[in-house]
C-alpha cells in the first residue's frame, strides 16, 4: 500500500508544472464517504499520504514541528468513495479551508 501511495504521488507531483516545498506545512484531508453508514477517518491510510508527501519531497519533514493536519468528511454526491488531500503553508491554512469549503466541498 505505501508504495502505491508514493507512486501516485510521485505522478501527481511530476506532472504539477509549480512545485513547491514546504517547511511548515498545513494538510487537509477531505474524506469523501459514499453514503451514511459509520467509517472511520483514521483506517483510510493517512499515515501512507503523510510518508508519500515527505517522499516526493512536497513536506520537509513529517514530525509534529512541521505539519498540522485537519481532517474533515463530506458525502458524495456520487456515491464514490476517495479521499483528496491538499497541501499548503501552515500562514495560508485558514484561506485554504474556506475556499474548500466555500468553492470545492459542493462539487464532490
Not at 508504495?3 to 494538510?27: C, H, I, M
Not at 501512507?48 to 463530506?74: M, T, Y
Request: aromatic letters at 12%; proline letters at 2%.
Amino acid at each position: 500500500m505505501r508504495r502505491s501511495f508514493n507512486l501516485g504521488t510521485d505522478s501527481a507531483w511530476k506532472a504539477n508544472p509549480q512545485k513547491t516545498n514546504y517547511e511548515e506545512a498545513f494538510v487537509y484531508f477531505v474524506h469523501v464517504f459514499p453514503n451514511y453508514k459509520r467509517l472511520d477517518y483514521d483506517n483510510r491510510g493517512r499515515k501512507f499520504v503523510i510518508d508519500a508527501l515527505r517522499f516526493v519531497g512536497v513536506i520537509k519533514d513529517d514530525n509534529w514541528r512541521n505539519i498540522q493536519l485537519s481532517e474533515r468528511g463530506v458525502l458524495s454526491r456520487t456515491g464514490a468513495s476517495r479521499v483528496e488531500v491538499f497541501v499548503c503553508d501552515v500562514k495560508d491554512k485558514s484561506l485554504l479551508i474556506e475556499h474548500i469549503d466555500l468553492f470545492h466541498v459542493k462539487t464532490l
